[in-house]
Structures are given as structure tokens and as C-alpha cells.
């Protein structure tokens, strides 16, 4: 049963580009949930997705961020017109669904912003 | 909202010896406690977790204290390994209360284990 994927695992991207971000849940798991982390933090919680739907988009900033969860296919974190205060770690983590609160957590994606 | 304080940053100790690291957190409807360790260039792996009807849980040389008077959980490591080497992150959840279940992460303990 793999784990939980993401790609790419690196991406650099010149400021004003758009950086997206795939997340692949694990097998059978219905919630994703991505977060970002800064050098030397923590992980802080941006979006939580379900199939087709966007839960809890508290942490996401209100501008140049989105995020889908499409019925088929990975979750998608899309930046448009990056700047470089974009630059860090995202990582998506996945959950098997409601009342499991277990998070399995991706490798990551590292952003920088030239 | 929710917010979790982890300490120490950092901590050195000898192989073999016990480490303990402590998380405090603000909002008393939180009911899940998990802890994460990150190797360098990897994600979080989730090592062990504790809901809030249980006191402590244990898994080989890992074990996890819940105090829900005190808001305080804390995570040990007995007969610590240089494998043990790594970041260690507490965090917190709401759960499935109502739309909550992002975890609040605390900032992370930066564990040195020396051979």
C-alpha cells in the first residue's frame, strides 16, 4: 500500500510564475489536508479538502492560493504569481475519514523562489 | 484559536539514555494528540498518538503522557539510538467536533542522540 505521494519533489519557479503542487492520497483515504513549512518551524495548516469539496480554508491566504480535490485524480496547490516569501517546504497529508484523525504525511514538495 | 508550546528546542543526550520532550496546548476541546518526527529532507512520520480518554500509551522505548488538567502532553524516549536523531513535533487537534481536524503543530524539538 503505498503512501502517501507527492510531486514534484522539488520546484523552483522565478517570481510572477505559478508553482503547482500534486498530492496523491493514500489508498482508501478521503481527506486531504496540506500544510507549509518554513526553515526551521513548524508546519502550519493551510486547507483541508475532501472529494470535490474545500472543509476548512482558514490557513490559506486569501490571495494568489487555491486548492482542489477533484473526484478523480491528486489534490492540486496552485500559487499564482509567486513571490519569494513562497519559498518552503508543502506537504500534504491524507486521513481515511470522518472520526480519524490520523494524518499520514508525504514526502513534500521544497518551493523556491528565484 | 488553538496554540501549542514545545520544549525544549533542542536536546542532546547519550545513547542510551532517556529524552522527554513536552508539549503544552491552549484550547481545552482539543482530543487528539499525535507526535511526528522528521528526519532531514523527509516528511513528518507519525511515531505515536494519544486521545484525550486515555492517560498514557506506550509502544516498545516510546511512550506518551496526557494530562488534560494541565493541557500538557509529553513524549519519552527511553534507551535512546543515534537513529533516534531527528525532529520531534507535538501537535494537537479539535478532530471531527465540527469541520475541525488540522493538527497545530508546536515548533519542534531539535533531539541530538550521541553514540
Known amino acids: 500500500n503505498a503512501g502517501v505521494m507527492q510531486n514534484p519533489r522539488h520546484l523552483v519557479r522565478r517570481r510572477g510564475q505559478e508553482a503547482r503542487l500534486r498530492c496523491s492520497p493514500m489508498?482508501?483515504?478521503?481527506?486531504v489536508y496540506w500544510y507549509r513549512q518554513l526553515p526551521e518551524e513548524g508546519l502550519k495548516f493551510m486547507v483541508y479538502l475532501q472529494k470535490e469539496n474545500i472543509i476548512d480554508e482558514s490557513g490559506m491566504p486569501k490571495e494568489r492560493f487555491s486548492a482542489e480535490f477533484p473526484k478523480e485524480g491528486p489534490s492540486i496547490l496552485r500559487i499564482q504569481q509567486v513571490v519569494r516569501g513562497d519559498s518552503a517546504a508543502y506537504f500534504c497529508?491524507?486521513?481515511?475519514?470522518?472520526?480519524?484523525?490520523?494524518?499520514?504525511f508525504g514526502p513534500g514538495t521544497r518551493l523556491l523562489v528565484l | 484559536g488553538e496554540n501549542v508550546e514545545q520544549h525544549p528546542s533542542t536536546l542532546s543526550v547519550q545513547e542510551g539514555d532517556s529524552a522527554v520532550i513536552k508539549c503544552t496546548y491552549s484550547d481545552s476541546a482539543s482530543n487528539y494528540f499525535p507526535w511526528y518526527k522528521q528526519e532531514l529532507g523527509k516528511g513528518p512520520q507519525l511515531i505515536i498518538d494519544i486521545r484525550s480518554n486515555v492517560g498514557e500509551k506506550k509502544d516498545q522505548r516510546i511512550a506518551v503522557t496526557l494530562n488534560k488538567t494541565a493541557k500538557h502532553f509529553s513524549l519519552h524516549i527511553t534507551e535512546t539510538q543515534p537513529e533516534d536523531s531527528a525532529v520531534y513535533f507535538c501537535?494537537?487537534?479539535?478532530?471531527?467536533?465540527?469541520?475541525?481536524?488540522?493538527?497545530?503543530f508546536g515548533k519542534g524539538t531539535k533531539l541530538s542522540v550521541k553514540p
Open positions: 489508498k482508501g483515504h478521503s481527506h
Open positions: 501537535a494537537a487537534s479539535i478532530g471531527y467536533g465540527g469541520s475541525q481536524g488540522n493538527l497545530i
Open positions: 497529508a491524507s486521513s481515511p475519514g470522518r472520526a480519524q484523525e490520523t494524518q499520514y
